[in-house]
């Protein structure tokens, strides 16, 4: 197969991770060997990495890689609400996830559902976690954007590469990259774009 790399909408994004086999039951999670988590909720304004509270109300929107830790924490803990809540798109003109486009009854807020679905299959260690912790590390944003790749964004001491391929069937390491980018959007970071190269 060529290598395709996509940038989709929400959407279609869990659509794609559903298609493309990364939510199928491969049963193994596989060794987690020398596997560290980190429990801090923030990180120092020096440090270009960030950890999720393992329960938050508000989502942290303080630091880009505070945001895709939030984002992913709520995905793994499927955490719909939470999730969109840290999601936008940068338009023009650009948009955030409010109370009022996350509600439950809303039509984003429906299709939301549907994509943190899939992506919470993807995304969550066979072995389960109730509150996972959530570690992004990478390089500082370049200006108003940042994009953290899946082995930079560990649950539970592993890479979100690792957790995906161990939820997959018929991918090998190698063969899918993902990224997830941050964006600066009115009052915070947002998570607004993710990508899939498949080849």
């Not at 559902?113 to 500082?140: D, R, W, Y």
Request: glycine share 10%.
């Amino acid at each position: 197969m060529s290598d395709r790399t996509k940038h989709v909408g929400w959407v279609a994004a869990g659509l794609l991770a559903a298609a493309a086999g990364l939510t199928g039951c491969s049963g193994e999670d596989g060794p987690a060997a020398d596997a560290k988590a980190t429990t801090s909720s923030s990180a120092s304004p020096q440090s270009p990495s960030a950890s999720a509270p393992a329960s938050s109300s508000d989502p942290d929107r303080s630091s880009p890689e505070a945001t895709v830790a939030a984002w992913v924490t709520a995905v793994v803990k499927g955490e719909v609400k939470q999730a969109c809540l840290l999601m936008g798109e940068e338009g023009p003109p650009p948009t955030t996830g409010s109370e009022e486009t996350c509600a439950d009854d809303s039509a984003q807020g429906k299709r939301i559902q549907k994509s943190i679905g899939a992506f919470q299959e993807s995304f969550t260690p066979a072995s389960g976690t109730e509150n996972p912790s959530v570690e992004v590390t990478g390089a500082p944003a370049d200006g108003d954007k940042a994009r953290y790749a899946a082995d930079e964004i560990t649950i539970d001491g592993r890479t979100l590469e690792d957790v995906i391929l161990s939820n997959s069937t018929g991918l090998e390491k190698g063969q899918l990259k993902v990224g997830i980018q941050s964006s600066k959007l009115d009052d915070g970071w947002y998570v607004t774009d993710m990508a899939f190269d498949i080849g």
